[in-house]
């Protein structure tokens, strides 16, 4: 409860700080696969040219996301929001990290890019069909398995979390201590975090333990960090007792 007390002796200037700042272009025949889970072929291509295109909503990714992961990251959801299979596709990716981190063997086949593609395909469709994923998640991963990409499957699944967060209106706070909060702590953290935030967002915490830092409390929220942990107060006086001190001033 002290710790509690003491974070909620700093929110006003937790608030102040966060209130202070305001793919690639080439298609592959399974890439649009991913993009368009009806496409099969380009002579069912040819034959429907002449037919005018259906008229499909606009998906609008929730947050920009920059860099090979995002962009496929942002490829999924509009794959997946189309597919309306955003909570499925996530839960099916996270469960797939998951296996990779348990298994040492699927692990290094993910990342061994000395495994044909073919091979590499072959293996996530039985994979895939197993464990009973949807196609939309399907065909993403054979997309990641044809261009030697596997091995960044964690990262684009964070992102797609990310993502998927965004739309749900949730926003991660990360707090890092030295131990576990209590229970309660947290419930008092949160709630906290809360009011900052105000009303039609929801806050997600989640807990880091870091005995790096000594003590105190990091908080990574809104992409802000607000830090009060030991390590950073030792390492700001050992700099204000290394600064020379002008006593004609």
Avoid: W
């Amino acid at each position: 409860m002290a710790m509690a007390g003491r974070f909620r002796s700093s929110v006003p200037r937790l608030a102040k700080a966060l209130m202070s700042d305001s793919l690639s272009t080439q298609r592959s025949t399974v890439e649009r696969a991913l993009l368009c889970p009806n496409f099969t072929d380009s002579q069912q291509s040819r034959n429907f040219a002449s037919a005018p295109a259906p008229k499909e909503p606009k998906i609008k990714v929730p947050v920009a996301m920059f860099g090979g992961s995002g962009n496929y990251a942002s490829a999924l959801y509009i794959a997946a929001a189309k597919a309306k299979t955003l909570d499925k596709v996530e839960s099916e990716l996270l469960d797939l990290v998951a296996a990779s981190e348990k298994s040492p063997t699927f692990s290094q086949f993910m990342k061994d890019l000395a495994v044909p593609a073919d091979t590499r395909v072959k293996a996530i469709t039985e994979i895939c069909d197993q464990a009973k994923f949807s196609e939309v998640t399907k065909n993403f991963l054979v997309v990641l398995a044809d261009n030697g990409r596997l091995r960044h499957v964690d990262t684009i699944a964070k992102r797609f979390s990310d993502l998927t967060m965004a739309h749900r209106g949730e926003v991660k706070a990360v707090v890092t201590t030295v131990i576990p909060l209590p229970a309660e702590e947290e419930k008092e953290l949160k709630s906290t975090l809360q009011e900052i935030l105000g009303k039609g967002k929801t806050v997600k915490l989640e807990q880091k333990i870091d005995p790096s830092i000594l003590g105190g409390i990091v908080v990574e929220f809104g992409q802000k960090v607000f830090d009060m942990s030991i390590k950073t107060r030792a390492k700001q006086m050992e700099r204000f007792l290394r600064d020379p001190i002008n006593f004609d001033a």
